[in-house]
């Protein structure tokens, strides 16, 4: 597979692309006006303590409080730690989620838990190593997330005993403010290197499932164990496979030098306060993303070119000769048809190469996902039809729902299918098709009705979010009052103010579109008005107005 990494770096913005057989998968952007604050560490404030929700708001500065809950408090780093170690032992023998599971609950895990792909859909381990899970997780936004934490066990501290208002505390955020919500934070501080995540707080070293040799997983951890000093932990990235004894010496002492600077602004610095920025988006794109699976990375800017090549021939001097510069005259993402992909993603509706199209809807709660088999009609039997445009759907569903970065609750209506083996066919044929995304999704089985519930995690805003606003127009609603319901609204109110005998003429001001319909199509309904309350009717077209809005003046 040609893996690609493209990056267009503007002034105001930089973006970028990562591509499969030239074929656009995953979109990051970063704004100079709104950056992205995950994995940064702040010095806070708690303003409000939330029993009932056993959770905390917490001033990091922003324009949103963040939220803090009562699991992510290093209060109890030691059971945490020792936690670790017992799932580790566990793992094999994981109970998987009951096939019944309510989906609102898979939904508030999925939200709630870094998940990794390799855990299979519907069927994964849910006790799986938490540090293994970290180390796994490999994307730009997200790497910087500390590992999953414990479910809550009896006899832990309730929240009003491990915080109070006013107390000034260190987190990092973990996910991103989304729509009205404020950013998610933890007190449980995760550092991502080169090669490794420092965790200053957690005693445990763990290594990436990704690394599959036996003897080279009990290697590095062999390495950590002799060179971590006593009481930190460490995860093993996928990228440190074959790495020296030098190169992690000079990843830790980088970390190291992190964390003693972030202890040093904790101390002279007052909430609240920033104290450690994550890297940007390039280079954690270098940092996650840039492995010896990707055959190239292109940057259409000299000067990020420069400092690409710089820390590139610093950290991973044989990756350097595929970092390339685009400098021709056509937009890079113009040239490589990533500009269309963008656009295309941005639509309600998807084509289908058979001719079918799924339509992606979203709410407050949830997305909707409906596949029709528009113009494909099939050769011989109905079903086959069906079968074939709902596999198409699939395929195309696990593509857009990563492109698009859709998180949270989804219900996908496949066309209703007969046959119980078809099914199960769609049904596993999604489950693979999930299984390739970096975020990992939680899906119920086909019900009798052709839906599939499922949970996709939620890192950051989807593409939707980032790149549109509601339509000021219809207040994103998605639609507006037909002008022939406005102009019933306006017999209504004649009718109402008709009755008065003091005025003689009644001065309507409406949207051109409803004008147009009372002078033509309504002009008899006005006529007949006028002669009933003996009042002059005028009708003033006015383009500046709402087609919802109306002005009526009596004179």
Known sequence: MANEIVINAAREETRVAVLENRVLTELYIDRRKDQGIVGNVYKGRVVKVLPGMQAAFVDIGQERAAFLYVDDITAQTDDYA????????????????PEGADVAETAEAAEAEPMTPSDAVGGGDEETPAVEETAERESPETETRPPRRPKPRRGSKSIEDLLQEGQEIMVQVTKEPMGTKGPRVTMYISLPGRYLVFMPNVNHVGVSRRI??????GRLKDLIYRLRKPGSGYIVRTVSEGMTEDEVRADMAFLDLVWKNTLKKKETLSAPAMLHNDLDLIFRTIRDLFTHKVDRLIVDAKAEYERIREFVNTFMPDLSSRVELYDREEPLFENLEIELEISKALGRKVWLKSGGYIVIDHTEA???????????????????????TNLEAVKEIAYQLRLRNIGGLIVIDFIDMERERNREKVYNVLQEALSKDRAKSRILRISELGLVEMSRERTREDLLRILCEPCSYCEGRSYTKSAMTVCYELFREIRKIGSSPRNKK???????????????????????LEREFHKKVIIKADSNLHIEQYDIVTL
């Open 82 to 97: 020792r936690f670790l170690e017992e799932e580790e032992e566990k793992t094999e023998e994981a109970p998987q989620p």
């Open 212 to 217: 599959g040799r036996d003897d080279e997983r």
């Open 366 to 388: 949830l997305t909707v996902i409906d596949v029709n088999t528009g113009r494909f009609v099939g050769k011989r039997h109905l079903e086959d039809t069906i079968l074939k």
């Open 506 to 528: 009644i001065v309507m001001g409406v949207h051109p579109d409803v004008a147009n319909l009372l002078y033509d199509e309504e002009r008899q309904s006005i006529e007949e």
